[in-house]
């Protein structure tokens, strides 16, 4: 008797044999590459490709996806333009100013909603966002709220709502938190014991699809505060949240084409939140094309730390924030440190890490990713080495990462492990 095993096994052979033909398949964008894969560099290379090409969206998009790969030549710089000349700077002769932790975590006693902003292109930014997280925890801010997060969508998906400590940090969160920097901002949060909740429109929240740009404005803005007031402050009276936004969706007055987020939320609830700008006030990479504002605040001051300025009472800031916003943070110019950003080896929490990497003759981008997250999320850091670079710097929190290497043509086997005291 011929074992029922073997029969299933000839049949599977002869169905392959004369079966229909294999079915055609669509060629992996760069987008499913790095969707897919985490692989960051064909978007990369795809989108600097096209801006050099002149494609304008394109380069707007560089823009933002230069960040996440660490290239902050790119990301900022190629941005920049110098001011116009009709814009003058402001007299600082009797401005004052302060430490920009010490003023927010002095305000933000007072309210139960701190609302932070940044550029979508501005790494940076995202490192500051994570040293107000640590100083409004004492506060008892207990709640981490991010316009990235990723709202509920027709077909299941993963929620940052899910995410506690311990748990793998997963790249479908959300798109920003591609950002090395973003990510650690998050996994830190989650090991401080926030909580955290998506607050984004839904897709069943857009406004029609003949809406002009005024009324998709709105309709977004009005979705984003009823969102943060039903996950969070509906069930939640007593929360103490930090949200972290972009740009205008933290103005608690109505400028720049609309009523945002900030001022809805403020109407809504009765809460006067604390709102924070600094995406106006990031030094250029090249010093001449700094805003008047921002340059002003520089000579003025020198800072070494991110500062606040302030004159006669009122905050000084970008003439699109001014009085709609009630403190502005500028950012010093910092030299970069082994290569790496100098505003990310400043941070007390990282740890400065120095290997060697097996040499390459082609563009990688040598990443340190948790060991016991995998390849679930974003790396912990990672940055681009040119062309036979034999050694890569690192900054670190505590823990133990493994390293390895993509290139354009996909992600080389891991190279190392190590422990971060």
Known sequence: MVPRRSVLLAAAGLGFAHGAPAISQEALSSNDR?????????????????????????????????????????????MERPPHPSLARPDLDDAVAR??????????????????????????????????????????YDWFAAETFTSPQPDPHVRISSYVRGAPFLSSYGYYTHDPVFAE????????????????????????????GALRIAAREEAQADNLIANILSGHPEARVFVFVGYSHALEKPGRGGTWFAARLKAKTGIDPLTIEQSMNWPAIASENDAPHVA???????????????????????????????????????????????????????RRVAISVPPLDELALVQALPLQEGTAGPPADHYLLTSGAAEATFFLHPGRYFFRQETAVGIRPAFGVMSVD
């Open 99 to 140: 430490d920009a932790i010490e003023a927010i975590v002095e305000a933000a006693r007072d309210t139960r909603i701190v609302i932070l902003n940044e550029a979508h292109n501005v790494s940076g930014h995202r490192a500051f966002a994570a040293r107000v997280m640590r100083a409004l925890l004492p506060l008892g």
């Open 34 to 78: 790095f969707y897919a894969e985490g692989r960051y560099l064909p978007t990369y290379l795809e989108l600097k490709a096209k801006a050099e090409a002149g494609d304008e969206a394109a380069r707007q998009m560089l823009s933002q996806f230069a960040s996440f790969l660490g290239d902050e030549a790119t990301a900022v710089g190629m």
């Open 185 to 212: 901002m998050v996994r830190e949060a989650a090991r401080l014991g926030y909580r955290f909740a998506d607050y984004e429109q839904r897709f069943d929240q857009n406004a029609p699809d003949d809406a002009d």
């Open 296 to 350: 002003a605040v520089l000579d003025r001051f020198a800072p070494d730390r991110p500062i606040v300025v302030s004159r006669a009472g009122e905050i000084v800031a970008s003439p699109a924030y001014v009085g709609k916003m009630d403190l502005s943070v500028f950012h010093p110019r910092m030299a970069p440190v082994a290569g790496r950003p100098g505003w990310l080896a400043a941070d007390p929490e990282r």
